[in-house]
């Protein structure tokens, strides 16, 4: 896990500047503590910052092929580097160190971009082609990995955070449609920032300069489709078991400390005892606020811990520390995110990292296996629609009478919508278009209706074609508000502290398994409930 940032002036080629290059990465500095490396030659300024976790010796960045035409800076894990480095010896590929930065250098020069395909972790990275004179930049698949740039006047600006990008230049305004966005959603999705001129990368997206041009594509293009013989609950149940264990197997593999962030639910719990399949014990850190609030979890996550032997490090908050570290912890998240769970995740990673650089984190279930109430509500709407208009309207009317109940107001509006799209865009907004953009004077806004993010969107539907209702909506979800939302302040959080997150429910195989099960398997939870009974047995 690092931090990376750097320029390109491609349209006149001007010389990057050493100053501004520097500037940009010491920005940065928080999120590698450990080294930093600079390449910058004519027209391309490349920086980085290290946080040493896989072969602590040899991996300095930027990293080169031993005849110095790919150049590399990179931020993340590649966890199937093993199997990429002896795939690529046997194809004459000679290495110089035992790090997983060095197959995406060679991995570029046998496969160019289609490398990413090959990739199974978290990345954003930079990729300087020095003899195509071709900077490509790009985001794994699930985005769990950040990339910011800035496109202006024939350069680029690109970082792992906005402040590497604001050393660069700080003149910015706020972008009144990306604050609507936040208004509607609680967070801002990609590709805006809540600064006009700078952009996020979507997930399994690359930028690539060339030519004087730039052109931003996906890479990562998975199509999911249902399983032609459908899983029964017990083949289900032992296929996905046995994809866990390789997916926690890999994020393990680290040459410094690894810890668990663990709250007092099912899949932390499930995330630990799988820990233990592959050694052990682990330390396992948990945050609350005591037993004056509604939904500590200190006293589960302490019988989580006791019942699979793990050594269990608890931080308790209160009103007074969370006032106090309110405004730090904004400026750490660079983004508005309208979240409680931000204030625990900074304090549990800054306690986490006077222990472990690395830390397992059980984000991702809820999303992959229906575990909100909207998912409920997404997967039987087609009821909802298939009744008689007349019967419909009736009800719609009753329930717009009642004096609250705004969420269930906007679930019955939002169910009803036929466009596939705006009826997602619906379900995930938190107040309707209309009443946000009431809030902004009439000039500031081109488009009032969200209109923006369902085109966005649009471009996902080839993927969505196999899928079911709830398989499509959870499919936007990963690609959307997953990576905008949590993962965003996981990140950004963990690494304000220099502690590496590691997200292995997000496993590529994971992901790609579960999209293809039968709606029925998630609504019913049976993923994780099913998971479970073989440590509640012993």
Known sequence: MCGICGQLNFARGEPADPVVIRRMTQAIIHRGPDDEGYFISGNVGLGFRRLSIIDLAGGHQPMFDAERTVCVVFNGEI???????????????????????????????????????????????AIWDLTKKRLVVARDAMGIKLIYYRVSHGQLSFGSEIRALLAADSDFEVD???????????????????????????PGSMLVFEDGK?????????????????KSE??????????????????????VPVGLLLSGGLDSGLLLALMNEEGGPWPAYTVGYGESFRDDELVDAAET?????????????DQSEFERSLPGIVDSLEEPIASSSVVPMYFISQRARRDVKVALIGQGPDELF????????????????????????????????????????????????????????????????????????DDLLSREDGSELVEYWRALVPQMQHLDELGGFQLIEIRSSLPDELL???????????????????????VEYVQRLDSS????????????RPYEEN
């Open 521 to 532: 398997f998630k609504t019913s939870m049976l993923s994780i409930n099913g998971l479970t």
């Open 370 to 441: 229906g575990g909100y109430k909207r998912h409920l509500g997404v997967h039987y709407g087609k009821w909802w629609r298939s009744l008689p208009w007349p019967l419909r309207s009736s009800l719609r009317s009753a329930v717009n009478q009642l004096p609250r109940n705004e969420t269930l107001k906007r679930g019955v509006y939002s169910l009803g919508i036929n466009d596939r799209l705006r009826r997602y865009q619906h379900v995930f907004a938190i107040a309707p278009a209309a009443q946000i953009s009431g809030l902004f004077r």
């Open 79 to 125: 966890y199937n580097y093993k199997e990429l480095r002896a795939r690529l010896k046997e194809r004459g590929h000679q290495f110089l160190t035992q790090c997983d930065t060095e197959v995406i250098v060679h991995g570029y020069k046998e496969w160019g971009t289609d490398v990413f395909s090959q990739l199974n972790g978290m990345f954003g990275l």
């Open 214 to 230: 730039y052109r931003e594509e996906r890479w990562y293009n998975h199509t999911p489709r249902p399983f032609a013989k459908e």
């Open 305 to 317: 811990a006791k019942l699979l032997g793990a050594p269990h490090i608890t931080v308790r908050l």
């Open 488 to 510: 965003m302040f996981a990140d950004k959080l963990s690494m304000a502290h220099s502690l590496e997150a590691r997200v292995p429910y997000l496993d590529r195989t994971v």
């Open 234 to 255: 017990e083949e289900a149940t032992n296929e996905l078991l046995e994809l866990y264990r390789g997916a926690v197997r890999r994020h393990l593999l680290s040459d």
């Open 176 to 202: 009144p449609a990306a604050l609507s966005l936040f208004l509607g959603f609680r967070y801002t999705p990609s590709p805006r920032t809540i600064i006009k001129e700078i952009r996020k990368l979507a």
